[in-house]
């Protein structure tokens, strides 16, 4: 079936660096999308989302970008923080069909001194 | 403050013995889920519901059942049927089927 495909790499990147999270989706369908973090032993806590009507939306320190020619969703983290340290997941769905959420198996970021 | 809750966070189960996982909402919201969580892998959605005493299989329903008689409870009944129960299982609620999910904290079944 469809998937959104995130294996769990760990990056690692140094505090004050920028991030930048990576998933790939297969569900051409797919009109919205979300990224969640999740803290060890909590659960995921909404990021940020964006529709596919747009190719990016920033909150704060966080910017989403989707590319909807090669289904590709990014997560860009500005002057990472030790706090933001969590496992990353992006989550699709398409809207049309009311159909559930499906998420990547998430990206670890650990942020180093 | 609106949430979710989950209770146990923690729980021990012996082989054979049925367990039920809490989850209360007091955020108004109409649908519910419960999702199961396996290291290095994205959630599993067991089931869902979209309103009261309504609900839906999700992709890994075998070995578990829920009850929704309520708007803000969604319990999650892990049965002796399920052959691999050690995991992390979150619930979740929306608005609608569309909206995005707020989560619980997670409750970690271990099955001795």
Known sequence: GESVGLHLPTLSVQEGDNSIINCAYSNSASDYFIWYKQESGKGPQFIIDIRSNMDKRQGQRVTVLLNKTVKHLSLQIAATQPGDSAVYFCAERDTGTASKLTFGTGTRLQVTL | ?112
Request: glycine share 10%.
């Open chain 2, 1 to 112: 403050d609106g949430g979710i809750t989950q209770s146990p966070k923690y729980l021990f189960r012996k082989e054979g013995q049925n367990v039920t996982l809490s989850c209360e909402q007091n955020l108004n919201h109409d649908a519910m889920y419960w999702y199961r969580q396996d290291p290095g892998q994205g959630l599993r959605l067991i089931y869902y519901s979209q309103i009261v005493n309504d609900f839906q299989k999700g992709d890994i329903a075998e070995g578990y059942s829920v009850s929704r008689e309520k708007k803000e409870s969604f319990p999650l009944t892990v049965t002796s049927a399920q052959k691999n129960p050690t995991a992390f299982y979150l619930c979740a609620s929306s608005r609608g089927l569309t909206g995005e999910l707020f989560f619980g904290e997670g409750s970690r079944l271990t099955v001795l």
